[in-house]
């Protein structure tokens, strides 16, 4: 589940390295989308480079059945394919959606356990000791705190998360489904399918900081410049960005939350503080309009 929900959902590819110069020491070669190709070095470090190769090459044309791409507005992605093999089966059709937990939770009613059960995502359960809060003991939750805790978990520690999910049907539900939403004749229409959701895994990736980064804050410091964190991920993650960057120390957050709210802040925070986005003219293309 975990390398057909990735490998087949995916838009970043492993390739064999054409360079005969280069090949001995780097045998394949990784394109696309970096975040992506972060999770294709996790399965690498599982089975080598032909492996992963091969397990997207299983997935044919003739068994997509149908594709709503990522973007930054929606923060997920989602194939949606076909099982010959259970064809007239409740589960002959099944849907990959993966993308940022804050934007899955919501479409999210059910979670894969580690012994194959599935449980409610408002079901309770016993919180594990490493999710444990500071001057708890023990604690219950439903899944979907846990997962929450998991995510929170992986953003103190500058780690962004991918939820991954799926979904269940058969073909005739899922033509149903079609027929009721204009055919998936626009991506708008297929996005009907991400909804209750079963979830499986989550991948935390870490962004390394450039060596440079650490030196160059400084001496934006020096020179009276004062640097912010914007970002698109969440909160939790870029807060921990920035400490690790120097632009706000550990103390300074634990102080006030304005350090914190003026040191790092997410991209609709910004647009607020500043007044809103405007839109003009773009000046090289009539009738383009730039923010």
């Known amino acids: 589940m975990l390398v057909e929900g990735f490998f087949w959902n995916s838009t970043a590819r492993i390739e064999v390295n054409q360079d005969a110069k280069t090949r001995a020491a780097e045998p394949f070669v990784l394109e696309g989308n970096v975040t992506e190709q972060g999770i294709i070095k996790f399965f690498m470090n599982v089975m080598d480079g032909q492996a992963c190769i091969d397990n997207r090459n299983r997935l044919t044309e003739d068994n997509t059945c149908a594709l709503i791409s990522f973007s930054s507005s929606r923060k997920r992605a989602s194939i949606v394919v076909r099982y010959p093999a259970k064809a007239g089966q409740p589960d002959e059709v ?17 979670v894969f356990n580690a012994d194959g059960s599935i449980s409610s995502f408002d079901d309770t359960t016993e919180i594990p000791e490493a999710l444990l809060a500071k001057g708890e003991t023990s604690a219950t939750g439903t899944y979907r705190e ?8 992986f953003a103190r520690q500058a780690y962004r998360t991918i939820l991954m999910t799926y979904r269940d049907m058969s073909m005739d539900e899922f033509n149903q489904v079609k027929a009721e939403n204009n055919n998936f004749e626009s991506e708008g229409d297929r996005e009907i399918l991400e909804k209750d959701l079963t979830a499986y895994a989550i991948f935390g990736l870490q962004d390394p900081l450039r060596p440079t980064i650490v030196g160059s804050i400084k001496e934006c410091k020096t020179a009276g410049i004062r640097t912010i964190m914007c970002t698109g991920d969440n909160i939790d993650t870029a807060t921990a960005i920035s400490i690790n960057a120097g632009i706000v120390t550990q103390e300074e957050i634990d102080e006030s939350e304005e350090s914190r709210q003026y040191s790092c ?13 405007i839109e003009v003219d773009h000046p090289e293309k009539e009738g383009k309009k730039i923010e």
């Open 265 to 277: 802040m997410t991209g609709k925070d910004f647009r607020t503080a500043v007044g809103g986005l």
């Open 146 to 153: 846990l997962y929450e805790r998991t995510v929170n978990r």
């Open 94 to 110: 099944r849907i990959y959606t993966k993308g940022a937990p804050d934007m899955l939770f919501d479409f999210t009613t059910n």
